[in-house]
């Protein structure tokens, strides 16, 4: 399978998407860049330009559909897109609340996990399914295994995406698009910087790219990581609720606030 050469990765600022652009920089690699936090993600420019990657950084929020669309479709018109990475999102949990998560928290949630990612690959998926060819990879989380009373929406929007991505691999597969759902653990990021419980197979952003990178290029269908992990949320959504929900009604709860 041909290296991307053009790449757009959305939360490239910091965390699993500022280590991406820095895993994929290089002599020859375009990257364009997007992310809410300007000033972060100029620092990024500057380390994958130093790694020697044309870079276009791109302010830019990814709940903000028209506002994605015309980056994509001009990043896309400029040079073809190759690689399409949707990683933008945010965390919030239950910590300190005495019911359910606030309507605010979901819906934001959901703008930014859900329709962050339609946002970045509807605008393309025509342009890469017209010349056939292209890859897309969509971020999800292990957290989308399984609804975890510290964190509904957080699972639930995971969920929506790696349902998403496994489905819309089968459906455009004949186009000649290649697409490929990330499941990250627990990775060392701003977003979990604010969890105050034990995080197992906590791993570093860099090596998470590393992961990333090397299933992209061999088109896995799902990157899920690690493993150890990864077979227990697997087993964890197949054995009955009746089993589970007591044990985890008990687990610490995620920072109640999006993060």
């Not at 605010?104 to 690959?121: H, K, P, S, Y």
């Not at 399914?129 to 509904?152: D, F, H, I, K």
């Amino acid at each position: 399978m041909p290296k991307p050469t053009t790449i757009l990765i959305t939360g490239a600022s910091s965390g699993i998407g500022a280590a991406l652009a820095l895993e994929y920089a290089a002599p020859g690699i375009t990257l364009h860049l997007g992310a809410r936090n300007s000033e972060r993600l100029e620092a990024i420019a500057i380390a994958a330009r130093a790694a020697g990657a044309t870079v276009r950084p791109m302010a830019v929020d990814v709940t903000d559909a028209e506002a994605v669309r015309r980056w994509v479709v001009a990043a896309d018109e400029s040079t073809p897109l190759d690689l399409v990475i949707a990683n933008a999102g945010i965390s919030a949990g239950t910590a300190g609340l005495a019911g359910a998560e606030p309507t605010e928290q979901v819906r934001a949630v959901f703008a930014t996990n859900v329709d962050g990612v339609l946002n970045t690959i509807q605008p393309i998926l025509p342009r890469m399914t017209s010349r056939g060819s292209g890859q897309l990879a969509l971020v999800a989380s292990l957290a989308g295994y399984r609804g975890m009373p510290s964190a509904p929406s957080y699972c639930a929007s995971k969920a929506a995406v790696k349902v998403f991505g496994e489905a819309l691999r089968g459906s455009i597969h004949a186009s000649g698009v290649r697409v490929s759902v990330v499941c990250p653990g627990y990775v060392r990021t701003p977003m979990t910087d604010v969890n105050d419980f034990p995080m197992p197979f906590l791993m570093d952003a860099d090596k998470a790219a590393r992961v990333i990178r090397r299933g992209l290029a061999g088109d896995k269908a799902r990157i899920a990581f690690p493993w150890p992990l990864a077979a227990a949320v697997w087993l964890l959504q197949a054995l009955p609720p009746a089993w589970i929900d007591p044990v985890l009604r008990r687990l610490p709860g995620k920072a109640a606030r999006p993060a």
